[in-house]
């Protein structure tokens, strides 16, 4: 797979990317700053750096300067460059937890990504926010704490979650109902499948 991760602007860890060189890295303009404070370059700076001082912006970095007025996000632009150049798998970090509409807008950007068929996964801290369009995802035995689950489209349809404390078994989740918030892990090995529909997951990312 061809794996790449966008850093926007808010506030991340990226320590880990020195472990993971193979990785092809956009900032998207003040995320620039996540990799100075890591120590680290990314390959491509995208933006219209409205948030990125100047005298940050480092020219030996090849760079897309983004028009200020446009109809997508630098993060959504950096979102489409990767799906261009046949990336298919990418992580988003820096784009949840700060202005609600942005969070909302990284969600619909998950949500976007999978029905390309893309593997896709957004960053909070300790937790992982991700999609899942009629296939199933397997958790580990040891898997624990809480995890919630939102129909995204407006039907999600042959739900099950299986082995966990609230299980579901063929059920239709709605964007409009909740259902799916705050179950637990049980020290099983937790599968959650969905037959036709698109579902929002957040979990700790150490359960996968």
Do not use: W
Request: with cysteine; net charge neutral.
């Amino acid at each position: 797979m061809k794996t790449a991760i966008i850093v926007s602007k808010l506030t991340c860890d990226l320590s880990f990317l020195n472990k993971e060189k193979s990785h092809y890295t956009i900032a998207c303009d003040a995320g620039y700053l996540n990799f100075l404070n890591a120590g680290l370059q990314p390959d491509l700076l995208i933006g219209d750096f409205d948030s990125l001082p100047k005298e940050f912006l480092n020219e030996n970095i090849p760079q897309i300067k983004l028009n200020p007025i446009k109809d997508v996000t630098d993060t959504e632009y950096a979102l489409n460059y990767l799906i261009d150049k046949g990336f298919d798998e990418i992580k988003i970090l820096g784009a949840i937890g700060g202005r609600l509409d942005m969070t909302l807008t990284t969600i619909a950007l998950l949500a976007k990504a999978r029905m390309k068929n893309i593997k896709i996964s957004a960053l909070y801290k300790d937790d992982i926010i991700f999609p899942l369009h009629d296939s199933e995802v397997c958790f580990k035995q040891e898997a624990s704490g809480m995890i919630s689950v939102f129909s995204f489209t407006d039907k999600s349809v042959g739900v099950d979650e299986i082995n966990l404390k609230y299980p579901l078994n063929n059920h239709t989740l709605t964007n409009l109902e909740p259902l799916g918030v705050s179950n637990e892990f049980i020290n099983k090995k937790a599968i959650i499948r969905v037959k036709n529909g698109i579902l929002i997951i957040i979990t700790n990312i150490k359960n996968l």
